[in-house]
């Protein structure tokens, strides 16, 4: 049971206290010609075997290679708005961990800022992702001695959260952005929000279950996505309305909210490939509070939209990182 008093946490030259507040189906495309619903908007950005990262528009259904397939590529990101795209490169050598962060322009590919960073674990995976603002970027590391650390844009160090409670991060702890620069930290069987200048925090909900995860966050910032056992459910960002919105006799996971929140993409028939690997059908449902079937076999319920790229006859499969912008 949890300490309802505090939360503390370690931060490079402070400790915070966190106070507690309590095959193609049916269903697929029917926009005009085969397209999509006028009403889903943005890219969908996802990363497929050796193909690197694939995207797709909407709602002409349009695909294209986004990224080469690169092993050096830690991950990328692109802005809500749409117009930048960060990337994360290991460019380690002999005795050296640099990882490259590139902010770029993605309509020329012009360089907006680029700098280098090393992780104090010396660590070369790192991760990074830019604020709803574009201010600043989350870099997260697979090595607990990194913890999280808060970046300008231009790499100018912020700071780093190491520990809550004296407990370092777990390989499967999640941080989000918010708006306004907030963070929504997963941490054991808790989810945090901190909001700057992070100095106090509050507790989101505790998650009493045994299997859970993959949290996402709407753009509005009011409302999260996540994995229970193997279906998805939403929730408000105070924790309340916990509602199902997913089911089939396979496992979903990976939700990702829409640009304007009114549609969820979720990673239907979620298996295991490998020791670290995963792969899952991608298929778009109303973000509307109903229970939707998304399986494989039984024909699924009205409103569900598999993913096709214009051209193809199979539904898009991912393995690794997916956004939707």
């Known amino acids: 049971m949890v300490n309802r008093s505090a939360f503390i946490l370690t931060f490079i030259g402070l400790s915070f206290i966190f106070s507690v507040s309590c095959s193609k189906d049916d269903n697929g495309p029917d926009g005009d010609e085969g397209g999509y619903p006028s009403a889903l908007k943005g890219t969908i950005y996802y990363d497929w075997a050796t193909e690197g990262i694939l995207k797709v528009s909407l709602p002409d259904g349009i695909g294209s290679a986004f990224i080469p397939d690169d092993s050096d590529l830690n991950n990328f990101d692109i802005s809500r708005d749409g117009k930048y795209k960060l990337t994360v490169v290991d460019e380690q050598t002999f005795g050296q961990y640099p990882i490259r962060f590139t902010l770029s322009d993605i309509n020329n590919g012009s360089i907006v800022e680029e700098f280098v960073y090393h992780s104090p674990g010396l660590n070369a995976y790192c991760t990074g992702y830019l604020s709803y603002d574009n201010s600043h970027i989350l870099v997260l590391s697979n090595d607990k001695e990194d913890g999280i650390t808060i970046l300008k844009r231009n790499g100018e160090f912020v700071g780093r959260i190491h520990d809550i409670n004296g407990q370092e991060f777990g390989f499967n702890d ?60 939403t929730m408000g960002m ?19 909210f829409s640009p304007d929140g009114k549609y969820l993409l979720v990673g239907t028939e979620y298996k295991q490939t490998g020791p670290f690997g995963w792969m899952w059908s991608l298929k778009i ?14 024909p699924n319920s009205p409103g569900v939209i598999p993913v096709f790229v214009k051209g193809k006859d199979r539904i898009e499969t991912a393995g690794g990182q997916m956004i939707w912008r």
């Open 174 to 233: 999640q941080c989000l952005w918010l708006p306004g620069n907030s963070l929504l930290i997963v941490h054991n069987n808790y989810i945090i929000r901190l909001d700057p200048p992070y100095t106090s925090g509050s507790l989101v909900k505790e998650m009493n279950y045994e299997d859970w995860g993959d949290v996402a966050v709407n753009p509005a910032g009011n409302q999260l996505a996540v994995r229970i056992a193997n279906h998805v459910y």
């Open 238 to 256: 105070d924790g309340s309305n916990l509602i199902q919105v997913t089911t089939s006799n396979f496992k979903e996971s990976v939700p990702e």
């Open 285 to 298: 449902i109303p973000n509307d509070g109903k229970e939707y079937n998304v399986d494989t076999i039984t």
